[in-house]
């Protein structure tokens, strides 16, 4: 079968990006921008300033007075979550103006949700042995939350083909994405990166996507390193049966890149411990984004 190329250009139900959103975006990654600054650009989009607001109020931040000052809300959430529901009210709000036939949209936010938390939490577990930077730890958050997307693409251009994928990645017991390759010669990861870059999101979150079941095939060392945290969160995501198709099997070179980084300074047991507990939080992450970002 011929792939068809997706033309985004042509897609006139595809949403741009908000300039509020572009422009908070372009700030959040400046030091030299104060929080002031930030809340004066917030404040100009209301839904946006409401949930900043009410997630900074919530019981997971408490302990704290209520505030209603944006200011003091994005000082208590930090910028990498002001980021995050930002860019998460966003693309919600455009995923509900899809007609996905063979997604559930609920079943889609929980596996992202969970990639990103998990992303996030390998890289804090392997702190001893892998350093990150500030600007990686915040593309692990973005990059988990978006990087299946190009599913969405996919069901809202052509239902037929992902049905067709998705019934051969059971019949077969194949994974998703080598299906994909077979039968449309491209990728949700490569058709979501395009869509992210579409909207201008940074290099390094469009290449982290489009690397996540290849983490190999980046040259760039940083998105590479991303790449197999995503991988890694990807499959502990499915495992914890946070998936956005329940009855498909996914591919993932797990073992391979948790050795790859040696972690010789955690035992086996130590890991199962680990995961143990990441399966909770997780759960318990995703109870709480729900529920605050209602979606
Ligand atoms: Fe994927
Ligand atoms: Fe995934």
Redesign the pocket.
Known sequence: MEFYKIELEKLDYLPTMPSVLKKLLEILNDNSVSNKEIAKIVSLDSSISAKILSIANSAIFGGYSPINDLNLAITRLGRVDVKTIAMTLFISTMLKKFKLKNIVIENFWRHNLAVSFIARRIAQYLKKDVDFTEEERVVLYLTGLF??I??ILFDQVNPDIMLLIKNQAIEQDEP??ELERIIVHT???QE?AELLKYWNLPKEITDTVRY??EPYAATDKSIQKCAKIINMA?YLANLFEMS?FKEVR?GVAFENLWNEFEFSSYTKEEFTEFKNELASQTNLFISFSELALNI
């Open positions: 990087h299946d190009g599913y998703f994405i990728t949700h990861a979501g996540h079941h990807d956005t996914y």
